[in-house]
C-alpha cells in the first residue's frame, strides 16, 4: 500500500524556481511557500518572533505556508542559493500542508537521502544548459515530494491527514477514502478498514487528524470537486464523481465548506483566463 499514491494523484505539491546564484543583499520573503538550498557561503535567515538561524553548511530550507522570512549575508561572502516558490494547494483545500512545521531545516549532511537530487539541482542552477528552468522546477516538484515523505517518517507533525498518514492504522482508512472518494463510507466501515473498533477508531481519528473520520471525508470531497470545477467539469458530473446522487446536495455541502457555491467556484476560473 502506498499511502501517498491517491493522495498525489489529486494534490500535487509544485514548486517553481525564481532564484539561482550568489546573493550579495538583503532580501524579504512572504505571501507564498518558499523551498530555499543553501550550497556555500553564510547566510543568516530572520523570522519574527523566532531566534536568527545561522547557515554556513548546505542546507535545504523549506516554509510551506508563505510565512515571512529575510535573507541577510556578508556582501563580500555572499551565498549560494537555489529558490523556488511552492505551492501546496493551501487555498484549495489540499491538505497536505495540515500539521507541517512553519518551518523545516534539513543539513543534508544530516540527511544524505537528500543529496542527489540536491547536486542535480545545484548542478542545473549553475549551468547555462537548455531547458534548465523546467529541470529545476520538476527536481524541486521530486524534492518536495522527499521532503514531505520525511516528516512523515520522522515523527516531527502531531496533527493533520500526514500524521495521520504516519499511522499503520489510520493509514489504511485515509488511503481507502482517497482512493474510493465516492463511495458511501460509514463509520463502522472505516473502522473495519482499520482493524480497530468503532470507538477507538473514531477517537484516534480526531485526535490525530484534527476531524472526525466522515468530516475529513467531506473535506476531502470537497478538495476532489474543486480540482474537477477548476477544469471545467460540470456540476452534475462533479457531485457523481464524490458521491453525491444529486447536484442540490453536493452544491450545499460545497458551499458549507468552501464559503462559495461551486457555479461561483467556476466563474471565478472563467474569469481567470
Known amino acids: 500500500m502506498d499511502p501517498f499514491a491517491a493522495l498525489f494523484a489529486h494534490v500535487t505539491p509544485t514548486a517553481r524556481t ?8 538583503t532580501l524579504q520573503f512572504t505571501g507564498v511557500g518558499h523551498l530555499h538550498l543553501f550550497k556555500a557561503g553564510a547566510l543568516t535567515v530572520t523570522q519574527d518572533g ?3 538561524l545561522e547557515l554556513v553548511e548546505p542546507t535545504l530550507l523549506f516554509l ?49 537521502a537528500l543529496g542527489p537530487v540536491c547536486d542535480l539541482l545545484i548542478g542545473e542552477a549553475f549551468s547555462e ?5 523546467a529541470a529545476l522546477d520538476r527536481l524541486f516538484d521530486y524534492l518536495l515530494i522527499l521532503i514531505v515523505r520525511h516528516v512523515v517518517q520522522s515523527g516531527i507533525i502531531s496533527t ?11 493509514a489504511k482508512a485515509l488511503t481507502a477514502m482517497h482512493e ?4 458511501p463510507w460509514k463509520l463502522e466501515d472505516l473502522a473495519d478498514v482499520a482493524g480497530m473498533s468503532r470507538t477507538r477508531f473514531a477517537d484516534h481519528f480526531r485526535t490525530l487528524v484534527g476531524l472526525t473520520p466522515i ?13 474537477l470545477l477548476g477544469k471545467g ?12 446522487d444529486s447536484a442540490a446536495a453536493f452544491s450545499r455541502v460545497f458551499s458549507r465548506v468552501t464559503g462559495r457555491p461551486p457555479r461561483e467556484f467556476d466563474a471565478l476560473r472563467d474569469g481567470s483566463r
Not at 525564481?18 to 543583499?25: A, E, K, M, R, V
Not at 529575510?70 to 495540515?98: K, W, Y
Request: proline share 9%; charged share 20%; with cysteine.
Open 233 to 244: 467539469k460540470p456540476v452534475k458530473s462533479v457531485a457523481a464523481q464524490v458521491g453525491y
Open 50 to 52: 523566532q531566534a536568527d
Open 215 to 227: 468530516e475529513y471525508l467531506t473535506v476531502w470531497r470537497m478538495t476532489i470537486a474543486r480540482q
Open 129 to 133: 544548459a537548455g531547458g534548465r528552468q
Open 64 to 112: 510551506p505556508r508563505g510565512r515571512t522570512h529575510s535573507f541577510a549575508v556578508d556582501p563580500g561572502r555572499g551565498a549560494d542559493l537555489v529558490c523556488a516558490t511552492v505551492e501546496l494547494g493551501g487555498a484549495e483545500g489540499n491538505p497536505i500542508g495540515q500539521g507541517l512545521p512553519e518551518c523545516v531545516v534539513l543539513p543534508l549532511a544530516a540527511h544524505p
Open 160 to 170: 493533520g491527514v500526514l500524521a495521520g498518514l504516519a499511522d499503520p492504522r489510520l
Open 18 to 25: 525564481f532564484f539561482t546564484g550568489s546573493l550579495c543583499q
Open 180 to 183: 474510493a472518494p465516492k463511495k
